[in-house]
């Protein structure tokens, strides 16, 4: 292994132990990717969702589950933002625009924010491959009003307002919005539902968040690298 300059014998052996680690860590990833792809056909999605967008000349125009596949692709991930915020989040607000004349628990939630700040990075890249989008349940001009105030250019939105996704794919918990990611499989004309971040609803050791998106999340895992770790950083509109 390569040696740093002025590290210790204590400090090479020790980051030789920890990388071995490491590598168990990366045979494990793997092996959960692989039973995941080996899951066996989830449910038929028995509606076809109908959800809000904005269209380029401003319009909402309705736009149904199996159009948020592009020809040729056969999955598609739906994050659902909790936009409203669930109601025992009392972090503050956006400080400037439309949004943050909001009531703060009609406003959209930190966490999902941020999340959604590193998806819009993503997105180009992620388009090219298969299909991504974000459903919240506010109405789709208060969310694109909020996604104009935040940058996003990228990422699909879409509402969900007029319908039950949310409820019927672990998105929304007594009236609550909850950061549930569902991954859906097009067979033909038949849609499935594939996968969800479960992991958001399992119990946790002391001291673990659910991290059900935990792999997708660039800031958390870099501070893993850290050495102070996690911390007590908890992620907010503005700094």
């Avoid at 990717?33 to 080996?38: D, F, G, I, Q, Y």
């Avoid at 269209?55 to 125009?61: Q, S, W, Y």
Wanted: a negative charge; hydrophobic letters at 40%; glycine letters at 8%.
């Amino acid at each position: 292994m390569h040696v740093f300059p002025g590290e210790s014998a204590e400090y090479r052996a020790a980051r030789d132990d920890l990388l071995r680690q490491e590598i168990e860590l990366r045979r494990q990833t793997e092996a959960v990717a692989a039973a995941r792809r080996a899951l066996p056909p989830g449910g038929v999605v028995a509606q076809d969702y109908e959800f809000d967008e904005l269209a380029d000349d401003g319009t909402v125009r309705t736009v149904r589950l199996s159009e948020l596949f592009r020809a040729g692709t056969d999955a598609l991930a739906i994050y659902n933002f909790m936009f409203p915020r669930h109601v025992h989040d009392d972090r503050p607000g956006p400080r400037h625009g439309a949004t943050a004349e909001l009531p703060l628990a009609e406003g959209p939630c930190p966490s999902c924010s941020a999340f959604i700040d590193e998806l819009d990075g993503a997105a180009r890249h992620i388009d090219a491959h298969t299909n991504l989008v974000v459903a919240a349940k506010a109405p789709i001009e208060r969310v694109m009003t909020f996604a104009r105030e935040r940058g996003w250019r990228h990422v699909r939105l879409v509402s969900s307002g007029r319908n039950s996704f949310a409820h019927d794919y672990g998105g929304e918990v007594d009236g609550q919005q909850m950061p549930m990611l569902n991954v859906f499989r097009r067979d033909g004309d038949t849609i499935r539902h594939f996968w969800a971040s479960e992991m958001l609803y399992a119990p946790t050791d002391e001291g673990e968040e659910p991290r059900h998106v935990g792999t997708l999340e660039i800031a958390w895992n870099l501070y893993d690298l850290l050495p102070g770790g996690r911390a007590d950083f908890d992620e907010q509109h503005e700094y």
